[in-house]
């Protein structure tokens, strides 16, 4: 430690006399200069590098608990507490969730529809389960409002639309791109709240139309879809409260870039790597 603090003061200071006076040799502090670095020290050199770039790829976002988790993808065996560390040593630090309470508006669920789902987030291949929702992103030109539609089975997201209306068409429109990859004609579940946009004649004829089982909760609860709500609100921490849209189409770039560039692609590697395991 004395040695640590010669070294960044030796620009200012005279090192025999810090050595002097901090009561140690100065022939002890230049050989701790020329010493080699220990496997300990260099390690952590090594993982402060990773971490640096995680959590610049994060656009400084990521806490100790998401870089320890990315790292584990990645193959490192580190614990949870050396990311902490190491980050609090390199003054790094993640942006928490910002904790909300907001009560939607509810639509009488059509008769004819159950809940499917049942709290039942987990899927053992794709389409099979998919979830939506839709949520609002401020621009100086007004709201714009995002629709996304959610596979279960790997978390992505794979249809997605945006508007500055928040009507049923929109809601029908990342429908129509989530049914574009789908690679068989079987019936799928999707899961959605009790909207107005979702319990609409058109938009419950459309999913009839191509095999798409409506599900919806009877009662309002934003745990009933909660894989939706999970990817708001990383949306909203990670990247557009972190924002100040001018226009909406800047805002609609700028969403556009974290689905298919960041959200997806994270998705995507962590899904390859558990198939690796």
């Known amino acids: 430690m004395k040695f640590h603090m010669i070294e960044r003061c030796r620009d200012a200071f005279s090192v025999r006399m810090m050595c002097r006076l901090l009561k140690v040799s100065a022939s002890g502090y230049y050989d701790w200069r020329t010493r080699e670095p220990s496997q300990r020290h260099q390690a952590n050199a090594r993982l402060s590098r990773k971490i640096h770039q995680l959590h610049q790829a994060s656009d400084g976002v990521y806490g100790s608990p998401r ?26 630090m993640g942006i928490p969730a910002i904790k909300r309470w907001r009560k939607k508006q509810s639509g009488q669920r059509p008769d004819s529809v159950l809940n499917h789902l049942e709290r039942d987030f987990k899927a053992d291949q794709p389409n099979v389960k998919w979830v939506t929702d839709i949520t609002y992103i401020p621009t100086r030109e007004g709201w714009l409002y995002l629709a996304v539609i959610i596979d279960l089975f790997k978390g992505a997201v ?57 599900s919806m ?11 939706a709500e999970s990817f708001f609100g990383l949306l909203k921490r990670e990247r557009v409260n972190r924002r100040n849209y001018k226009t909406r189409a800047e805002a609609r770039a700028d969403v556009f870039d974290y689905i298919e560039r960041f959200y997806n692609q994270r998705k995507k590697r962590k899904l390859t790597q558990t198939a690796l395991n």
Not at 217 to 227: E, K, M, Q
Request: proline share 1%.
């Open 217 to 227: 909760s009877a009662v309002g609860s934003c745990y009933d879809n909660a894989a």
């Open 158 to 214: 794979i249809g997605w639309s945006m508007s500055q209306t928040m009507e049923k068409q929109l809601v029908i429109q990342a429908v129509l791109m989530a049914l574009w990859q789908k690679d068989h004609t079987d019936p799928v579940i999707l899961h959605s709240d009790r909207g107005s946009q979702f319990t609409s004649y058109e938009y419950q004829r459309f999913l009839s139309d191509h095999n798409v089982l409506s």
């Open 67 to 92: 870089i320890w988790e990315e790292l584990q993808y990645d193959g490192e065996t580190c614990s949870l507490n050396r990311v902490a560390r190491l980050m609090k040593a390199n003054n790094l």
